[in-house]
T-cell receptor
Framework: GEDVEQSLFLSVREGDSSVINCTYT??????LYWYKQEPGAGLQLLTY?????DMKQDQRLTVLLNKKDKHLSLRIADTQTGDSAIYFC??????????FGAGTRLAVHP | DGGITQSPKYLFRKEGQNVTLSCEQN?????MYWYRQDPGQGLRLIYY???????QKGDIAEGYSVSREKKESFPLTVTSAQKNPTAFYLC??????????FGQGTRLTVV
């Protein structure tokens, strides 16, 4: 069945780059997404990538997609304390199911 | 303003009771979703609906029920058969493969 996996924690120093990794199983996924969740709130879309793309850049965010290995990554340049949150990877699976990973908690310290 | 609204924000349930969580959207989206979030387990799909009067079970549908009588509404009932209902519940909607919009969530606690 469909599955999305992420590491649970990442700690970085303010100003450094953060890289959050994700693997997925459904090779037919047409879209892959990165969402951000602040404490006690819903999820907000950060960025997404079509499955026929290798890379997408949006200001401080860079998404890399390796379709052969079913690996997705999110790089946040110049990480700030306001970037501290949980980041979810998601795939658009068959019949429009939206499957999420467990989320990576990013902690940014001075 | 267009958006998706969940209510209530906090809900308390006694053992053996059914409770219903509300989710309303005015985005004219066809698809709606219910997720459950537990610490360290991310979002798990309970039910989803692609169109009015149609819905499918997700990965953890046991102990839950839904209805989709109107396009804008997708209520979730947590029944007494759900043995561990304490969690944060999130509702989402979207159109096609585009961005999913999430509500602010309902935190359900069994007392």
């Amino acid at each position: 069945g469909e599955d999305v996996e992420q590491s649970l924690f990442l700690s970085v120093r303010e100003g450094d780059s953060s890289v959050i990794n994700c693997t997925y199983t459904d090779s037919s996924s047409t879209y892959l997404y990165w969402y951000k969740q602040e404490p006690g709130a819903g999820l907000q879309l950060l960025t997404y990538i079509f499955s026929n793309m290798d890379m997408k850049q949006d200001q401080r965010l860079t998404v890399l997609l390796n379709k052969k290995d079913k690996h997705l990554s999110l790089r946040i340049a110049d990480t700030q304390t306001g970037d501290s949150a949980i980041y979810f990877c998601a795939e658009n699976s068959g019949y429009n199911k939206l499957i999420f990973g467990a989320g990576t908690r990013l902690a940014v310290h001075p | 303003d267009g958006g998706i609204t969940q209510s209530p924000k906090y809900l308390f349930r006694k053992e053996g009771q059914n409770v219903t969580l509300s989710c309303e959207q005015n985005l004219n989206h066809d698809a709606m979703y219910w997720y459950r979030q537990d610490p360290g387990q991310g979002l798990r799909l309970i039910y989803y609906s692609q169109i009015v009067n149609d819905f499918q079970k997700g990965d953890i549908a046991e102990g839950y029920s839904v209805s989709r009588e109107k396009k804008e509404s997708f209520p979730l009932t947590v029944t007494s058969a759900q043995k561990n209902p304490t969690a944060f519940y999130l509702c989402a909607s979207r159109q096609g493969g585009a961005e999913a919009f999430f509500g602010q969530g309902t935190r359900l606690t069994v007392v």
